[in-house]
């Protein structure tokens, strides 16, 4: 298991593995919507490699890509030191540490480059990865209610942040 910054030749696995990721209901994007396009990913990738406080980590094995955390830093002075985190690891390998990894080396680049905060967001009723994010040193800061719409219903988001 390898984890490893994102590299702009990972666009198309990227994208497949998003896409699979989605699958699982509890990301932003419903099952089936990502329409990105690899040539689309690409260019994200390299906007994201060029800002100094924006980074997706992907863990990699056998040459395949398993899991990934993105760290969106501020694009304004008053919150560069300040990022937003994506995560999403593949069923079949959730349960082995690979989150924990990535959540450490995003901590440790998150210091090097001046990010100070933390912040992401869970669906409420996703206990897996609210206890994860506890784990990890995550502080329950609220809960937006009605925040988001899935399959019809409205659902509640916790907000939690960690401070580096």
């Known amino acids: 298991m390898m ?8 666009a198309e696995h990227f994208l497949e593995l998003c896409k699979k990721i989605d699958e699982s209901g509890f990301m932003l994007f419903e099952p089936g919507e990502r329409q ?6 690409s260019k994200s990738i390299e906007r994201m490699l ?5 980074m ?8 395949k890509l398993v899991g990934f955390l993105a760290v969106i ?3 304004v002075k008053r919150n560069r030191h300040s990022a937003n985190v994506v995560l999403g690891v593949l069923e079949d390998y959730q349960g082995q540490g690979i989150a924990t990894k990535l959540f450490n080396k995003a901590f440790e680049w998150a210091k090097e480059v001046g990010i ?3 912040g992401l967001t869970v669906m409420k009723g996703n206990d897996k990865a609210f206890n994860l994010y506890r784990k ?3 502080v329950l800061e ?3 209610v009605q925040s988001l719409r899935v399959n019809g219903e409205f659902v509640n988001e916790y907000y939690l942040y960690k401070l580096l």
């Open 136 to 138: 990890m040193g995550f």
């Open 50 to 54: 060029s800002e100094p406080n924006k």
């Open 3 to 10: 984890i490893r910054p994102i590299e702009v030749r990972d």
């Open 56 to 63: 997706i980590f992907v863990a990699e094995t056998e040459n």
């Open 73 to 75: 830093g501020g694009d």
């Open 142 to 144: 609220g809960e937006r």
């Open 116 to 118: 100070l905060r933390l």
């Open 36 to 41: 990105t396009t690899v040539e689309q990913q």
